[in-house]
C-alpha cells in the first residue's frame, strides 16, 4: 500500500506561509476568539469574504505594490487572484450588497491574505498573514473616528498588552499647515515626509529642496513632523508653528479636538492615545484622521495596526459616495514576535483539563470521560492500553495537568483516583463527585 | 477623486464562492464556535495550515478528480494550489512535525477548502466550502473508532439537529463476506456495489455479471447492502447471509460488536447511530470502519459527514506508518441548505444587544455606551445625530431589540430611557442602574 520511499515528496510548507504547533495556535485562535468578542461587543458583526476572487476587482484600484505582491492565475477563461487585504474585498461587498445592508454599516473580518513578491524570497517575512479589520461606513460623524481608537484600546487590553499606544493625526491638520506655508505640491511634500522613520533627515531635506523646499521651510517640516504627545500641548504648538490662522486649519483643530474629548467619554485613558503629527499614512485614500499603534516596549515591531477615514471606499464598484473610517490589525507578525519572545504565555498542546487513563477494558474509562464531557469539563481520553507510565507521561507533555484513573480497586469502590501532575499528588474521589472535585480544584487554583 | 463611470468595475464574486449577509454569517459563525467547542471538549487541539501549499504535496496521492478539481498555478518557479480537502494537508502536517508532536496525536480543522471543475460551470454548487474534520493518529484502537460517533453525535447534539443518524459499516466486513462467497476481485465489486443509491438495481447487475458474478450471487451481494439497523439484528443477518464461517469474518464481527458496546459506554442513544453494510467509501484509503451521516428528514442533502479508520495517513511523506480514524463534517453545503429552508432560525444582522441613541451632543450617549459595555453587553452607539425615528428603524432593522436614550429630560435627570422594540414598551431606570435592568430583562425574556 505504501509507495516506495523513491517516490516519497518532502514534506514541507512555502516560504512565508506559515503554520504553528497545536499549543502556539491555541494562542493564536485564543487572540482571534478575543479580537472577534471586542468587535462584537462594539456591535460590529462579522462577515466574510471568499479566498478567491476576480483579479480585475481587487486591482481595479492599481497600484504598482498591488500588482507585484498580488497571488494571480488564470482558471479557464477567468482571471482569479487572492486578496491582499481586507479593505477591497469590504468595498466590493458593500458595493454588491449596498440594498440588502443598513447604513451606517459597520463590519469584523479576521482573515488570511496573501503577499508576496514573486522576484525574490525574502526570509522571515510573511506572506500568508491574518488581517482584523473594523470599519464604520456610511457615517462622517468624527464620534466614530474616536470610537475606533476605543475599540483598539479594548482589543489590546483584552489580550493583555498594556504597553501600547494608539498615535493619531488628521490629513486636514497637514493639508492646511503646508497650504498656509504655500506649498504647492503637498502631496508630494507628504509622501517625503512619511518616509521621516526610515532615512536620514538630511537626505530627506535634499528631497524637499528638490521639490522647491529651502531650508528654512524643511526644519519648520521637521518641527511640526516632530510634535507628539498630548493633544492639547501638540494643538498648540501645532498653531504657534503654523503662523497665520486660517478656516481650513480651525477645522482641522477642531477636529482633533473633539476626537480628544470624544476619547476621554469613552474612557480611553490619556496614556494609550497620543497625537503624532509626524503620521500620514497612505497618499490616495485616506483624508481625515489616521492611525498607527506602536507597542513602547517593541519599537521593532512597528505599527501593530493602522488605519484612517477615508471619504469614498468604493467607488470603483458603486457611483454611491461611501464615506468611513476603520484599522487593520496585522495579527501575525505581532503575535509570533509577541509569543516567540515570551511576552505572550505558551499555548497548551492540548485543550484537554483532564485525562482519563486507560487501564484494561474500556468501557469503564468511557464512561468515566462521558461523564465529565456532560459536566463541562474539556476531557481527553488516551485510547490505548499502555503501561500507566506511558500515559503519565502523555498527559505531562500535553499540558494535561490531571489524569483520572480507574484500576480495579477503584472500580469495585466505585472510585476514581486523581492525579494532579503539577502538584504531584494523588487522590481518591468517589465517582459521583469527581466532576464536582476537579472544577472545584481548578477553579480554586487556576 | 471617484473614477468616472466607464472605469468602474461590476462588483460580484466568482460563481460557487459564496458569502453571506451579516444575520446568515452569524448562525455560520456560531455553528464554527459550537463545533469547535464540542471538538475541544473531547481534547482535540484546533491546527491551521496554509491557504497555499507545493502542488506537489497536495498531488501526491493522485487521482484524476483531484487533478481536475485543484485550483493550480506558477508562482514564479513555484507550482503551488489551494487545499482541495484538510487530510491531505494533515498528512503533509503530521510527516513534517512528527519528532515534536505526542501520539497518539489528535487534532480538529476548521478550514475553507476549494474544489471546482475548470471546464463547466455547474450552478449552485459550492466550489469554495468549509470543512470541520477530527482526526486521532497513531492509535489502533477501535475504542477511538467510538469516539469519532460520540463526537459527531455531540456536535449535532449541540447545533439543535435532532434528526441525525451516523451510519456505520466495516470494510473488513465487507471483505470477509466477499472472499467467503468466492469473489476475486473485490475491490472492483466494491466500486460497483457504492454506487448503489445512485443507479438502478438491473443495470448494477449488468456490471456485476461483466465481473464474472452470475445472478443468485448478484442477489446475495443486494441483499448484503440493504442490511442497515441496530447492531444486534443486522450482524446476526451478515453471519446468516454469509454461510460458511471463517476467521476474518469473526474478526470483523467481533470489531463491530465491541464499536456497539462502546458506543452504550460513551451514551451514544441507539437512534443516533445504525449499521449500514451498504456502505463502502473511498476505495484505497479507508480500511476498517466506515462513517456516513444523514438528516431523516433531509435526505436529499446526502452524507453530511463522513469519514472512516486508514491504516496509513501519510505514506506518501514519511516512512513512519501511521493509522488513524477520523470524519469530515462538510459544513456549508448542509449549513446552506438547512439556513435556506428555515430548519436554521435565522441570525441577526447585528450582535449588539442594545442601541445607545445619539441625540444632540454625543459626550452622554458615549459615557453611557461605555458604561453598558463594561458590564459585559454588546452595545452600539449609533453615531450621527439623525432623527429618533430614523435611528430606531435602523435598530429595529439590525434587530437590536433595546434601544438606550439620553435626551434632555434624562440627561437632567441622570435617567436612560429604555425602549423595548420587541415590546414596543419604555421605561425609565437611573443610570446607574441600566445595565442591570438590561440583563435581568433579557435573562428572564431570552
Known amino acids: 500500500m505504501a509507495p516506495a520511499p523513491s517516490s516519497r515528496v ?18 493564536e485562535l485564543a487572540w482571534i476568539q478575543t479580537i472577534g468578542e471586542v468587535f462584537e461587543r462594539f456591535g460590529f458583526p462579522n462577515i466574510e469574504t471568499p479566498v478567491l ?12 505594490e498591488s500588482d507585484r505582491q498580488i497571488y494571480r492565475f488564470m482558471r479557464g477563461q477567468r482571471d482569479v487572484a487572492l486578496p491582499f487585504d481586507l479593505t477591497i474585498p469590504l468595498a466590493r461587498y458593500v458595493a454588491q450588497h449596498e440594498a440588502k445592508l443598513s447604513f451606517p454599516f459597520r463590519r469584523y473580518q479576521i482573515q488570511r491574505v496573501c503577499r508576496g513578491e514573486s522576484a525574490q524570497i525574502k526570509r522571515g517575512r510573511f506572506r500568508m498573514f491574518y488581517q482584523c479589520d473594523v470599519d464604520v461606513i456610511g457615517s462622517k460623524s468624527s464620534l466614530v473616528d474616536a470610537e475606533i481608537v476605543a475599540v483598539i484600546y479594548e482589543v ?30 503637498p502631496a508630494r511634500v507628504l509622501r517625503v515626509m512619511d518616509k521621516l522613520e526610515k532615512m536620514p533627515r538630511a537626505k530627506l531635506a535634499a528631497e524637499l529642496q528638490g521639490l522647491g523646499i529651502e531650508a528654512g521651510l524643511a526644519d519648520k517640516l521637521f518641527a511640526l513632523a516632530g510634535l507628539r504627545g498630548r493633544p492639547e500641548p501638540v494643538l498648540a504648538a501645532v498653531r504657534e508653528l503654523a503662523g497665520e490662522p486660517s478656516e481650513a486649519l480651525e477645522a482641522a483643530l477642531a477636529e482633533l479636538e473633539a476626537l480628544g474629548r470624544d476619547l476621554d467619554a469613552f474612557g480611553v485613558p490619556e496614556a494609550a492615545c497620543e497625537l503624532d503629527i509626524s503620521i500620514a499614512r497612505g497618499l490616495d485614500y485616506y483624508t481625515g484622521t489616521v492611525y498607527e499603534t506602536a507597542l513602547r516596549s517593541h519599537p521593532d515591531i512597528g505599527s501593530i495596526c493602522s488605519g484612517g477615514r477615508y471619504d469614498d471606499l468604493a467607488s470603483y464598484y458603486t457611483k454611491t459616495a461611501l464615506p468611513g473610517v476603520g484599522i487593520s490589525i496585522g495579527l501575525s507578525r505581532v503575535f509570533d514576535r509577541l509569543y516567540e519572545a515570551g511576552v505572550v504565555a505558551p499555548g497548551r498542546a492540548s485543550p484537554a483539563q483532564v485525562m482519563v487513563a486507560r487501564l484494561g477494558e474500556p468501557a469503564a474509562s468511557i464512561s468515566l470521560a462521558a461523564q465529565l464531557r456532560a459536566a463541562g469539563l474539556a476531557c481527553e481520553l488516551f485510547p490505548d492500553a499502555r503501561r500507566l507510565k506511558h500515559q503519565l507521561k502523555y498527559a505531562q507533555r500535553q499540558g494535561i495537568r490531571f489524569v483520572a484513573l480507574m484500576g480495579e480497586n477503584e472500580l469495585a469502590a466505585g472510585e476514581v483516583a486523581v492525579r494532579d501532575l503539577a502538584a504531584g499528588s494523588q487522590e481518591k474521589i468517589p465517582q459521583s463527585a469527581c466532576a464536582a472535585w476537579l472544577q472545584t480544584r481548578m477553579a480554586v487554583e487556576g
Request: aromatic content about 12%; charged content about 25%.
Open 10 to 27: 518532502t514534506p514541507r510548507t512555502l516560504t512565508g506561509f506559515p503554520e504553528w504547533l497545536p499549543a502556539k495556535r491555541a494562542r
Open 53 to 64: 476572487e476576480y483579479s480585475e476587482i481587487l486591482l481595479a484600484k492599481g497600484g504598482e
Open 156 to 185: 489590546f487590553k483584552a489580550l493583555g498588552l498594556q504597553d501600547y499606544v494608539v498615535r493619531v493625526n488628521n490629513r486636514k491638520l497637514l493639508s492646511a499647515v503646508y497650504g498656509g506655508w504655500g506649498i504647492s505640491e
